[in-house]
Each structure stands twice: as C-alpha cells, then as structure tokens.
C-alpha cells in the first residue's frame, strides 16, 4: 500500500508540475525608460507605442525609483488599471516588480502619482518575462495569472501520469547502497523544486514555469531506481553479441537525431524544420502571425503550406486557401496536416511543433518496421537498413518536414498487413497512404495475386481497389464542394517516357564538365543511385514479392517523370522515388555482387545525411 501510495502521489506531482511547463516562445523585454526622469510636480506620465507585442497578455512591471527630499508613497499603474503602491524613503531607491495587464490600446501610458514631489523614476520596463534561467534547470518566472505561453494539453498530462503510475509501481532496488542514497537524495531535492513551482502562484505575483527538457530531467530522477532497475534487468538478459548488432543502427539514430537537434531554437521552436519563407509572411494564416516562426529570407520550401493546412485542415477559413501557393495541389495531400491538428489539440504553435516532429517520429517507426525483412543478424541485412534509412528522399522529407516520409510508412504498415494475410487492412492502410500522397496509390499493385489466381479473387480485387481508390476521391470530392477544383500546379511532373531522365543525366554530364559548378556531386551520385536501382529492379524480377511489386511500380513512375521533379539539386525526385529506394534496399541482400550494388544504389548517402544537419565533409 506504501509503495502505492507513493507511486500514485508522484505522478499526480508531475502531472501538476505539467501544467507549469512552457512549449517554447519568445521572451520580450521592452525598456521603456532607460535614463532617470524626475517628477515634475507629484506625477509623471509617459506614453509609449512599443508595448503591442505584449497586448492582451500580463506582464511584469520592472521599475526602480529614487526618493526626494522627503519620503514618499507613488501609485504605478497602465493604461487606467489596477495601481501598484511604491514606498520609497527620502534619498533611497526602491525596486518594484509587479504583473499588469497590458491593454489592447494603439498607445499606452502609464503613469505615477505621489503624494511628495521630488522623486526619480530611475529605470522601468514592460516584460513578458520577470526572470529565466538557462541550461539543464531551465526555467521563465512570468506574471501568476499568465496565460499566454504555450503549454501542454490535458489529455496528454494524464496519459503521462497513468504512465508515471504504472512506473512508479514495477519493483525497483538499486543493489549499490551509496547509488540508492544519492538516488534518494536527489529525488528529495526535485520533489521541492517542483513543489516551489506549485506554490509560487500561490505566494507571490509570479509563477514558475519550467522548459521541458528540466521537467524530464526532474521526472527522470524522481524515477531514477525503477529506471536503472529496468536498464539493469534489459542488458543482463540480452546477450552482448546480440546487442552489439544493433550498434550500427543506434549510431545512425543518435546521428540523425542529433543532426535534427540542431535546428531547434528555444524561441521559434522546431519551426526552422517546415521551412517558412519571409516572402509568404504576409498571406500566412492569422493564427500563426504573431507566433515566433523561424524564417528564411526568400519564398522557403512546400512545408510551409502542409504546416499552415495543420490549423485548419477542412479549410473551412477563406484565409487557409490564400495562405496556399496552390491551395487545391496542397489541399490534396491532408493525412500529415490532419494527424498534426488532432494531435495539436487546438493549439496552433503546439500544432505546428508537432506538425514539424512527425518526420522524426515516422522515421523511427519505419527503421524499427524494416528490421522486420532486414534483421540484424547479418552484415548485409545491416548495409541495407542503413541504406533505406538514411536514402535522400526519406532524410530529406524528415529535414523539411514534408509528407514522403510518413506516406512511405504507411506503405510499410500496408506491407505488414499483407504478410500477416489482412488484405482488407492493406486495402485501407493504402488508401491512407493516398491521402499523405497521391503517388502512394500506386502501391496498391502490391493487392495483385498471381496470373493464375486472378479469375477467383477478381470480385475481392476489385473491391479492395475501389477501398484503395475510395478515400482520395472522395476527399477531392470535398474539396470540389469547398471550391478548389483541379489546377494545374502538376502539369509538369509527367513527360514523355525517359524524355526527363535522358535530360537529366545530359545535365549532369555537362555540369561536371565545369569543376566549379556547385552541387555536381550530388546530382551525379543521386542519378547513378537512382538508375542503379532501377535496372536492379528490372533486371531480377520477383513477382510473388509485394516489395518487388512496390518498387517497379516506382519505376515506371521514374520512366515518366517530368522535368518539375528533376530539377534542382538533386530536385525532388528521390523524395518522389522513395518506395522504390526502400524496395531495393529490402529485396538486395543475398543477392550476388552485393556490396557494388549497394555502393551504386545508395551512392548519395553521405550528401542525405548533410541534409539533415550532420557534419560530413563534402
């Protein structure tokens, strides 16, 4: 019952801790008084235009004074509010911090009145932040009744204190005496962290708001023993050989995560990963404008429109459509968006940080998938996980925060389905994957029996084709309703039979005709990987295989290709390729001249994994 008790009291702790903790935005001091200023008579009055950032919102007041000849009592208030009272003796100085509410008012003013004349206002400024503090215990002090930072939804602070529960209640006991003291120790010491956070709304004008990575760290001590417990129990049960199997594919994880770590910043958040172009920023969609977004100078990249579409994915506002470069190409591909605002819970800047991360979190579930046909019992099995995750299109998708990524999961999960014989399943997870993107549909040839079994299943097949067919059409039938016909933003993805790909590969001859041409190798290695995976696929046919049956259907997309998705550097063209990149990555291991093969068809690897933040030298 202790134990119980305990586990219990602990997590609702943190999930009371929670509801304290920021989801990143952007500290803004305003000095609106910087040099001393005295009293004319027993009042001053300044007027300032510069507070608009903070309107609406609760700030905290910094202001010092400097008393006359006489002690006096001053009155601090804005824009005809609530006064703060200011005592302050004869030649001394007084500091005042204290919260208001900043009006929604073209200028403010704030004012002092004193019953004395003589006084100083030394120094003051307006704040939506009183104090922070940076590093591991990183934490904002902001007005008590502040509500304007983003913070974490409900439903997911009791998922993780259910979470916390079921933890808190596992055997634990740290054999080392000295370990579990510290252990202890240190527990106490964060259960009074947090209970100061708790209390200081209580107790004082301001409140404590903690950033997440020093929640998890707190909860992370607080759960130190069935942690270590668990670690303990995991390794002395796997056989070391076993685990070091797995050493290639953790590094390439800590690789890429770490290289995605860098495009976070504690104001903007994740949003440098969409891609968000200053040129745009004046038809973004209201809900975002006065959020701290990361831009780049110019137009930015396709990510921008998929992360606007997250807040408002049925486009039921007029202003999502004209936040859109092409509002009816955009629109077609609403899986990613709508996963986002569900997730998002309403909130647009938490929408738009999870919008940004479901790459990532798609990314780890298709390397923990794949091993399913590339275990880690063999070199060659490794080489080819490798190869598949960290291909160009998947990394580049994850670094833009673009749907190729998560529609290639769901063709997976799709392929999953069908080896466990669920074709209905797959027939729906298809058509899921249509909805991320339109391209994926054509993996629905993977539903196709061999020759001989077509005459007994034809009624079943087309059935499950029309289940594939189902919800894109309808959802482009929704958005004809809504007024977005077909447009002709794709015109130029299809050309005449390998006109676009001879074009390319010309390209590439001439460019590395001029050594200073930039991005020569990457469109070099792209094409040689590209056309060896290709002829790989032609060339060892396999029609019992769906990932054979996936991938060539991906070289005939490659066949008519036009010139919009070639071009660049290397251009869009491995995200558009993607399933079959993964295709000849699952099908190429036992195969004769393997590692050729694989030096050819994964040639772009290193320029993919630079994509995505990580050092390489080239």
Same mark, same amino acid.
């Given at each position: 019952?202790?134990?119980?008790?305990?586990?219990?009291?602990?997590?609702?702790?943190?999930?009371?801790?929670?509801?304290?903790?920021?989801?990143?935005?952007?500290?803004?001091?305003?000095?609106?008084?910087?040099?001393?200023? *005295?009293?004319?008579?027993?009042?001053?009055?300044?007027?300032?235009?510069?507070?608009?950032?903070?309107?609406?919102? !609760?700030?905290?007041?910094?202001?010092?004074?400097?008393?006359?000849?006489?002690?006096?009592?001053?009155?601090?208030?804005?824009?005809?509010?609530?006064?703060?009272?200011?005592?302050?003796?004869?030649?001394?100085?007084?500091?005042?911090?204290?919260?208001?509410?900043?009006?929604?008012?073209? +200028?403010?003013?704030?004012?002092?009145?004193?019953?004395?004349?003589?006084?100083?206002?030394?120094?003051?400024?307006?704040?939506?932040? !009183?104090?922070?503090?940076?590093?591991?215990?990183?934490?904002?002090?902001?007005?008590?009744?502040?509500?304007?930072?983003?913070?974490?939804?409900?439903?997911?602070?009791?998922?993780?204190?259910?979470?916390?529960?079921?933890?808190?209640?596992?055997?634990?006991?740290?054999?080392?005496?000295?370990?579990?003291?510290?252990?202890?120790?240190?527990?106490?010491?964060?259960?009074?962290?947090?209970?100061?956070?708790?209390?200081?709304?209580?107790?004082?004008?301001?409140?404590?708001?903690?950033?997440?990575?020093?929640?998890?760290?707190?909860?992370?001590?607080?759960?130190?023993?069935?942690?270590?417990?668990?670690?303990?129990?995991?390794?002395?049960?796997?056989?070391?050989?076993?685990?070091?199997?797995?050493?290639?594919?953790?590094?390439?994880?800590?690789?890429?995560?770490?290289?995605?770590?860098?495009?976070?910043?504690?104001?903007?958040?994740?949003?440098?990963?969409?891609?968000?172009?200053?040129?745009?920023?004046?038809?973004?969609?209201?809900?975002?404008?006065?959020?701290?977004?990361?831009?780049?100078?110019?137009?930015?990249?396709?990510? *921008?429109?998929?992360? *606007?579409?997250?807040?408002?994915?049925?486009?039921?506002?007029?202003?999502?459509?004209?936040?859109?470069?092409?509002?009816?190409?955009?629109?077609?591909?609403?899986?990613?968006?709508?996963?986002? !605002?569900?997730?998002?819970?309403?909130?647009?800047?938490?929408?738009?940080?999870?919008?940004?991360?479901?790459?990532?979190?798609?990314?780890?579930?298709?390397?923990?998938?794949?091993?399913?046909?590339?275990?880690?019992?063999?070199?060659?099995?490794?080489?080819?996980?490798?190869?598949?995750?960290?291909?160009?299109?998947?990394?580049?998708?994850?670094?833009?925060?673009?749907?190729?990524?998560?529609?290639?999961?769901?063709?997976?999960?799709?392929?999953?389905?069908?080896?466990?014989?669920?074709?209905?399943?797959?027939?729906?997870?298809?058509?899921?994957?249509?909805?991320?993107?339109?391209?994926?549909?054509?993996?629905?040839?993977?539903?196709?029996?061999?020759?001989?079994?077509?005459?007994?299943?034809?009624?079943?097949?087309?059935?499950?084709?029309?289940?594939?067919?189902?919800?894109?059409?309808?959802?482009?039938?929704?958005?004809?309703?809504?007024?977005?016909?077909?447009?002709?933003?794709?015109?130029?993805?299809?050309?005449?039979?390998?006109?676009?790909? *001879?074009?390319?590969?010309?390209?590439?001859? !001439?460019?590395?005709?001029?050594?200073?041409?930039?991005?020569?190798?990457?469109?070099?290695?792209?094409?040689?990987?590209?056309?060896?995976?290709?002829?790989?696929?032609?060339?060892?046919?396999?029609?019992? +295989?769906?990932?054979?049956?996936?991938?060539?259907?991906?070289?005939?997309?490659?066949?008519?290709?036009?010139?919009?998705?070639?071009?660049?550097?290397?251009?869009?063209?491995?995200?558009?390729?993607?399933?079959?990149?993964?295709?000849?990555?699952?099908?190429?291991?036992?195969?004769?001249?393997?590692?050729?093969?694989?030096?050819?068809?994964?040639?772009?690897?290193?320029?993919?994994?630079?994509?995505?933040?990580?050092?390489?030298?080239?």
């Amino acid at each position: 019952m202790r134990q119980r008790a305990v586990a219990v009291g602990l997590a609702l702790l943190c999930v009371a801790v929670l509801g304290h903790v920021h989801l990143g935005f952007e500290r803004l001091r305003i000095r609106v008084v910087t040099s001393a200023v *005295q009293a004319g008579g027993r009042s001053i009055t300044i007027r300032s235009s510069r507070l608009g950032r903070l309107t609406g919102a !609760h700030a905290a007041v910094v202001a010092r004074v400097r008393g006359g000849d006489s002690p006096a009592r001053i009155r601090l208030s804005i824009d005809g509010g609530p006064a703060t009272e200011i005592a302050v003796d004869a030649g001394g100085s007084t500091r005042v911090d204290q919260s208001a509410l900043i009006a929604d008012v073209p +200028s403010h003013v704030l004012t002092l009145e004193s019953d004395a004349p003589g006084w100083w206002l030394e120094y003051l400024e307006v704040a939506n932040v !009183h104090g922070y503090t940076d590093g591991l215990v990183s934490f904002d002090v902001v007005p008590a009744v502040a509500t304007w930072y983003p913070a974490v939804p409900w439903w997911l602070r009791w998922t993780f204190g259910l979470e916390l529960i079921a933890l808190g209640l596992l055997r634990r006991r740290i054999e080392w005496r000295a370990a579990r003291v510290a252990t202890h120790v240190a527990g106490a010491a964060v259960v009074a962290f947090f209970a100061v956070a708790l209390a200081a709304p209580l107790a004082t004008p301001f409140a404590l708001v903690l950033s997440p990575l020093t929640f998890l760290l707190g909860v992370a001590v607080l759960y130190g023993e069935p942690l270590a417990s668990g670690l303990h129990n995991m390794f002395r049960q796997a056989r070391a050989r076993a685990a070091l199997r797995y050493v290639p594919h953790l590094l390439l994880v800590l690789l890429v995560l770490g290289g995605i770590s860098t495009f976070h910043d504690p104001r903007t958040g994740f949003t440098s990963l969409p891609l968000f172009g200053h040129e745009f920023a004046p038809t973004r969609v209201p809900a975002l404008r006065g959020l701290p977004i990361a831009e780049e100078p110019a137009y930015g990249y396709d990510g *921008q429109f998929y992360a *606007q579409l997250a807040i408002d994915p049925l486009l039921r506002d007029p202003a999502t459509a004209r936040a859109l470069d092409s509002p009816a190409y955009r629109a077609r591909r609403i899986l990613l968006p709508a996963v986002a !605002h569900v997730l998002g819970a309403g909130d647009a800047w938490l929408t738009l940080q999870v919008y940004a991360l479901l790459n990532v979190v798609c990314w780890l579930v298709l390397g923990w998938l794949l091993l399913r046909w590339l275990p880690a019992s063999s070199p060659a099995a490794t080489l080819s996980w490798v190869g598949a995750m960290a291909c160009h299109g998947l990394l580049v998708s994850l670094r833009l925060a673009l749907s190729d990524g998560p529609a290639a999961l769901v063709i997976v999960l799709a392929l999953v389905a069908l080896g466990s014989e669920r074709r209905w399943l797959t027939a729906v997870l298809l058509g899921a994957a249509g909805l991320a993107k339109e391209t994926s549909l054509i993996a629905g040839s993977v539903l196709l029996p061999p020759a001989r079994e077509w005459r007994h299943r034809a009624l079943a097949l087309a059935a499950q084709g029309a289940l594939v067919a189902a919800p894109f059409a309808l959802w482009l039938a929704y958005l004809w309703m809504r007024g977005f016909p077909g447009d002709t933003a794709g015109a130029r993805n299809f050309a005449w039979p390998l006109a676009a790909f *001879q074009a390319k590969w010309m390209t590439v001859y !001439h460019v590395m005709a001029a050594p200073d041409t930039p991005g020569r190798w990457e469109n070099l290695t792209t094409m040689v990987a590209l056309t060896t995976q290709a002829v790989v696929l032609l060339w060892r046919r396999d029609w019992s +295989s769906p990932w054979w049956r996936v991938g060539i259907g991906y070289v005939a997309l490659m066949a008519v290709a036009g010139p919009a998705v070639w071009e660049g550097i290397p251009g869009s063209i491995t995200r558009v390729l993607l399933p079959m990149t993964l295709a000849f990555n699952v099908l190429l291991p036992g195969r004769p001249w393997f590692i050729p093969l694989w030096v050819m068809g994964n040639a772009n690897v290193l320029h993919a994994l630079a994509a995505v933040g990580v050092p390489w030298p080239i």
